[in-house]
């Protein structure tokens, strides 16, 4: 039995404050590699398939890595693995830009990916906790700190883009990583992790004893986090190149758009939480799926930057919040074993999605590659919808 740890509500806010910053930082420093992906591809002199395989070592590093992280989390505590994988990002950005082929790319990814992924499982088991003691639905905020970093990431890469090199530019990524990190993790060390109230306990743990019906919704869950986290990983890996390949953008215009996705999604979950107290759970999954549908088919067809600028913000607010709330609702049908399913069955989307757009646009082209997203989306809206009575 876990003993309670109570902390002050002072202590609570600071630690938020401290969580959220990590929230950030993580979106900063990943959408700064995202928007160098086209020089790092011409640099490699890697086909589009080839690039898909490389940047498949992301998301593999992070999904072999994920369920290591939490047995780390429960033997060292989610505060100071936290801190630990933030050092760890921060070092690994700076390694792709040191490749000059897809094999050797892809071999650093994998460990750029398995910092990115362990962070990813300690902060949002961190922010679970918190959530927890606090009682209120403020997860959604936490994610849109992720995307605001990710936001100002691409912004300060279009910035950057044509007077930097790769290698300066992912190099200053990681002092800014390391010394945000040092600020940041002190606060996040010198406070113990809060632990639920009885009443959040006894939620999450009776339906853990009903077995196989929850496992089932918990992957149901888990599912729709699959269909939203391969949005995600396409926007961040192919959208730049999308604008400045087929729609002819410059390489400044083309690093705006993961930019503009980003603002979004942060737009979307900051609002997050009023829109699900407005309309529950299932109205928001189905209607955020398929405004997501709507707006990765403007984004992947549309003939111009600016509509296609359009199509991916308005993805992004489709997309906003069918993570944390498919990861909060895995939380309660199942405690810490249901986030961590759903959040692995997620990155396994960002896992299928590089190499299958990359397939798919050698096969066809990368805008009829890129409305996968859009089916997806589609198929979570679907999901969301025929398990919203077994859901409750």
């Known amino acids: 039995m876990r003993t309670r740890i109570t902390v002050p509500d002072d202590s609570l806010t600071r630690l938020r404050i401290a969580l959220t910053v990590f929230f950030a930082l993580d979106g900063f420093v990943f959408a700064g590699w995202v928007v160098r992906i086209p020089a790092i591809k011409e640099q490699t002199g890697a086909s589009a398939s080839a690039l898909g395989l490389a940047l498949l070592g992301v998301s593999a590093g992070a999904v072999i890595t994920m369920m290591l992280t939490g047995r780390l989390c429960r033997r060292y505590g989610t505060h100071r693995v936290t801190v630990v994988c933030a050092v760890l990002l921060s070092l690994s950005v700076a390694l792709p830009p040191l490749t000059h082929s897809a094999v050797a790319l892809g071999t650093v990814l994998l460990i750029f990916g398995a910092a990115y992924g362990s962070i990813n499982v300690a902060f949002n088991s961190a922010a679970v906790d918190l959530v927890g003691a606090l009682r209120r639905p403020i997860m959604p905020s936490f994610h849109a700190a992720f995307s605001l970093g990710g936001m100002l990431g691409a912004g300060l890469g279009g910035l950057v883009a044509g007077a930097l090199s790769p290698t300066r530019h992912l190099f200053g990524l990681t002092v800014i990583g390391l010394l945000v990190t040092a600020v940041a993790g002190r606060t996040l060390l010198r406070i113990p992790a809060p632990t639920p109230s009885q009443e ?135 405690g810490p074993d249901g986030v961590a399913i759903a959040s692995t069955l997620g990155y396994g989307g960002m896992l299928l999605g590089p190499p299958a757009i990359g397939f798919m646009a050698d096969w066809f082209s990368l805008p009829a590659a890129l409305t996968s997203v859009a089916a997806l989306a589609a198929t979570a809206a679907v999901i969301a919808l025929l398990t919203r009575r077994a859901a409750g």
């Open 200 to 334: 959040v306990l006894q939620q999450t743990s009776a339906p853990r004893r009903q077995g196989t019906r929850t496992r089932g919704l918990v992957i149901t869950f888990g599912l729709i986090a699959l269909c939203t986290a391969y949005g995600e990983g396409a926007l961040a890996d192919w959208s730049a190149l999308h604008l400045e390949h087929d729609l002819e953008a410059t390489p400044g215009v083309a690093a705006v758009g993961y930019s503009c996705f980003a603002l979004a999604m942060t737009i979307g979950r900051l609002t997050g939480t009023r829109l699900l107290e407005r309309l529950g759970q299932t109205r928001t999954l189905v209607g955020g799926g398929t405004t997501a549908a709507l707006g990765m088919l403007l984004g992947a067809l549309a003939p111009s930057v600016w509509a296609a600028l359009l199509g991916f913000m308005i993805t992004g607010l489709g997309l906003a919040n069918l993570f944390p709330v498919a990861v909060e609702r895995a939380g309660r049908l199942a």
